[in-house]
């Protein structure tokens, strides 16, 4: 594109500095009159804003010649002429703040100088610079020489030096190309060569205006290297060079500030160099803002403008270009194949009927022909209207990977980019013709989405079943083995399956089931074989047997005897047990609240008389159990002795009389001593108490002789018991 158009982002301005350093360039040019006279024009350039010192109203113009350091000549120049120079006239777009002034100062003079075998040095000295350049050392301190050297040659041939044409653009926009015409013209048509050079120092901050001017030599000014250099003032990438033939400046600066640059002009005739001027100016390089600005649809021109469209050839292109102000003229051109010229319109927006899907380039140029001007590249990308449409290719009973395919119709300029699967369980694809496996059986939404060349996306989507017959059938039951009323799940692991399947067992008991994995209660004893059959929701089946899978056997029986069987008593209350069950392995034993263990044949000793409940249960190897009970009989028996005489005499032998033996458990006792008249002499309910021979063992001493006893007492299961004898009192 082409842009021509700016504006200022930063003020120029930052040359006003304190007193006399408004100076921004100088040049000077001569004319050989007849006699030998010269006239001179000297122009000096100054940044005209800021209140700073003006041109020197009586500039002082020294001559030498040769290498004499004495003026040959010095003149006081007065004539001053003064223009203020519009910046906008090295572009008629610009638009320029209206604190940025530049001022042309011009001096003419004329002075005789008789031919001499020397040259001439006429000079102009003024110090000083804007002390933010940014490219030289010290700028403050940098003073100007403006001058031309007259050589012995120029003046035989009465020569005429060249003279430039343009004023130079004071602003130069960072990041943009620099096109400008540096050239200049000579009187006589002698060949010119152009180059950058030093600028000149001279004249200083103690003597801004040297009177006279400085003899040669004159010295450059210093530039901050390796930066920049006399023949690289500017940097710039590309670097701005200056065309040695055309004078054309060009180049792309990269960095915003003040740039002293020198422009020398050496002119050649029949290859003799006759003389040098150079002109001296500050360049200012700044940010720089489009003030027409090609635009279309809020899309700025700075690149390619694409307009991709999806099926549809009537497009309108609004136009968005500013500043309107700055513009006259609207030039649309587009390229149609088959016509042979560009179809144009010359309105600000443009409605346009494409023939059909395709690429179409065209142009958008504001004001053209003219300087200010820009220009908007369009490319039109029309892609035809597409559905999407794929297939699905499988073996639907088999457990094996989809293959999907883009079937979507080719219509002619199609260009499909990109595709976008949805498999509907999560998993999606890039690819044109993706592979995919599931996991789960299910009904499934599957998605295409397509994308042209150009971005256009189409989706469709539609259902599809996955429901193969597993290829093997697969269950774990919880055990293979119980016992009548064992309840058994069965996990099924056949894949893929789930509750859309029709699944039938039948368990060999008579009793099926059709739930996935369910759970059985097998009631009866025996070997069972397990049927499955699977039929997928697309009728595949599937159907396995498992012979004797599932063993159920009869219940334990728990039995057990003891010895003795009978004759248990608390004199002999240890018994021997012997396991008398069927199908056990395991045998757990509990005597009341007394005693528990394991084993099949314990021996246990009761604590205590009474009837004792024995407990046995037994374990099948598969695990069920069976319990008896049974009731073993401890007799409490008692044991009872009665001596036939007693000696209380006090020699503490055989001193009382009473029963020995066992009473444990007795009840309802009585003991009674009786005379031979059956006089009652004693009588207790205590089994522990004994007859001392006192009556009622506190009285008064019996008299020896024979007396009666009588003993009743109710037994511990109940049975009453009389004893009745004779005892002998001996004393």
């Not at 029709?502 to 009866?524: A, M, R, Y």
């Not at 394991?598 to 409940?613: A, L, M, R, V």
Request: glycine share 8%.
């Amino acid at each position: 594109m082409f842009r021509f158009g700016i504006s200022l982002c930063f003020l120029i301005a930052l040359s006003v500095q304190l007193q006399a350093l408004h100076i921004v360039g100088g040049e000077m040019t001569y004319t050989c009159n007849a006699n030998g006279e010269y006239s001179f024009v000297m122009k000096v350039y100054r940044d005209c804003q800021g209140g700073g010192a003006g041109f020197d109203n009586n500039a002082r113009i020294a001559v030498y010649l040769g290498d004499d350091p004495n003026p040959f000549i010095t003149r006081q120049v007065s004539n001053l002429v003064v223009t203020s120079l519009n910046p906008e006239d090295n572009n008629p777009c610009v638009e320029i703040p209206p604190n940025v002034c530049i001022e042309e100062g011009v001096y003419r003079w004329s002075i005789p100088l008789p031919l001499s075998t020397e040259p001439y040095y006429v000079v102009y000295q003024r110090c000083c610079r804007n002390t933010t350049i940014n490219n030289i050392e010290n700028p403050g301190g940098s003073g100007s020489t403006y001058g031309v050297e007259i050589k012995p040659l120029a003046q035989t041939l009465c020569n005429n030096s060249p003279v430039f044409n343009d004023f130079p653009p004071p602003i130069i926009c960072v990041n943009q190309p620099l096109n400008f015409d540096h050239s200049a013209v000579d009187p006589d048509g002698d060949d010119l060569v152009y180059e950058f050079c030093s600028p000149l120092l001279g004249g200083s901050q103690g003597q801004p205006v040297p009177n006279p001017a400085a003899p040669p030599p004159y010295f450059p000014v210093i530039f901050r290297v390796p930066d920049f250099t006399e023949i690289k003032p500017i940097g710039g990438d590309p670097l701005v060079t200056i065309n040695t033939s055309t004078g054309l400046i060009t180049g792309t600066p990269v960095n915003q500030g003040q740039y002293v640059v020198g422009i020398c002009v050496s002119e050649y005739r029949n290859g003799q160099l006759l003389s040098q001027i150079q002109r001296d100016f500050q360049f200012n390089i700044t940010f720089c803002e489009p003030q027409v600005n090609a635009d279309l649809d809020g899309v700025d021109a700075g690149e390619l403008i694409e307009y991709n469209v999806c099926g549809d050839t009537l497009i309108t292109f609004i136009n968005e270009s500013t500043d309107e102000a700055f513009i006259q003229e609207y030039l649309w051109l587009f390229d149609i194949p088959g016509q042979t010229v560009p179809l144009s319109f010359n309105t600000r927006d443009v409605t346009m009927a494409f023939p059909g899907a395709g690429k179409y380039d065209g142009l958008m140029i504001l004001n053209p022909g003219s300087i200010c001007t820009d220009t908007a590249q369009i490319k039109v990308n029309i892609t035809p209207e597409f559905e999407p449409d794929f297939i699905s290719v499988y073996d639907t009973c088999v457990v094996s990977p989809v293959n999907f395919y883009d079937a979507t119709a080719q219509a002619p300029g199609l260009e499909i980019a990109e595709w976008q699967w949805n498999f509907g369980d999560g998993e999606t694809s890039d690819l044109i013709n993706p592979v995919h496996e599931y996991i789960d059986p299910g009904t499934y939404t599957i998605s295409l989405t397509m994308s042209d060349s150009i971005g256009c996306t189409e989706s469709t989507s539609r259902a599809f079943g996955w429901f193969p017959a597993p290829p093997v059938i697969i269950f774990e039951p919880s055990r293979f083995v119980g016992c009548p009323g064992e309840e058994i799940s069965f996990t099924n692991l056949s894949f893929p399956i789930d509750d859309t399947y029709d699944i039938n067992w039948d368990f060999g008991d008579g009793q099926p089931d059709s739930v996935i994995s369910p759970i059985h209660t097998f009631n009866d004893p025996g070997l069972f074989s397990i049927f499955v059959e699977i039929t997928s929701p697309f009728n595949c089946y599937i159907s396995e047997t498992f012979p004797n899978w599932i063993d159920i056997d009869s219940f334990p029986v728990a039995d057990f005897i003891w010895t003795p069987m009978f004759d248990i008593s608390n004199f002999e209350p240890t018994v021997q047990f012997e396991d008398r069950s069927r199908r056990a392995v395991d045998w757990e034993w509990e005597f009341g609240d007394f005693w528990e263990t394991i084993g099949p044949n314990p021996s246990y000793t009761f604590p205590d008389t009474g009837k004792h409940e024995v407990q046995l249960i037994v374990t099948h190897p598969y695990g069920c159990q069976d319990t008896t009970v049974q009731i073993v009989d401890v007799i409490p028996k008692i044991t009872h002795f009665m001596p036939n005489a007693f000696t209380p005499n006090g020699d503490g032998k055989n001193e009382e009389f009473g029963p020995a033996g066992f009473f444990r458990g007795i009840r309802q006792y009585q003991f009674v001593i009786l005379d031979r008249w059956g006089g009652r002499i004693f009588k207790t309910d205590n089994p522990e108490m004994k007859w001392n021979g006192r009556t009622d063992n506190v009285g008064r001493w019996a008299k020896q002789g024979v007396y009666t006893y009588q003993i009743s007492f109710t037994g511990p299961r109940g049975k009453p018991h009389f004893y009745q004898g004779f005892t002998t009192l001996i004393r």
